[in-house]
């Protein structure tokens, strides 16, 4: 129980959120950068190879195959770190969650404002007339999925070689900038945009929560070395 995040919690209504792989891992979704996490399993290519755009062109089976195994065959539900975060978004403590995951979690906990800075599964598009297709669509099909009008179906996640969606970068840098509290968690701020994006805030408390270190542990008002699912379990 960490008194001192919720003593800064009990004191805001003006809190944001922004998390990186560590708050789905609890959720059994492997850290791209881990030790365990895709860049140690087995393939025919390295996965920032397949994930990036220019291989996704050029050979959109392997990026399928790859995909709908490593990307989309788990079953994962939120965890205490979603659900809470959710119960405070709805108590009006919350203003948004900023996420560089995919999965959709913080939308299945019940979260209304997440910024998804890196796309997500569940958003789907032809790439020639641009018609939605949801992500079971995308799992049940074989080989390379296609729409009823011909085109290639492209998954709405940032591939390595795109840049973010400005909207959604706008959006993310609008809440923080304007935030009292921000909870950063999950991430090691060494990977873009993270580090970039926490220079926007200007509020008065930084709470970093990580199981390692981070090059900001020293300039945050609250450091701690957890679980994000277990240390926001407690809060109340
Ligand atoms: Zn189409």
Redesign the pocket.
Known sequence: MHSNLQQIINQSNNIVFFGGAGVSTESGIPDFRSQDGLYNQKYNYPPETILSHTFFIAHPEEFYRFYREKMLSYTAKPNAAHLKLAELEQAGKLKAVVTQNIDGLHQAAGSKIVFELHGSIHRNY?M????FYDMPFIRDSLGVPK?????TIKPDVVLYEEGLDTATVEGAVGAISKAEVLIVAGTSLTVYPAAGLLRYFHGKQLVLINRDATPLDDTADLVIHANVGETLANIM
């Open positions: 032809c020639e007339c641009g018609s729409c009823t009008c011909g085109g």
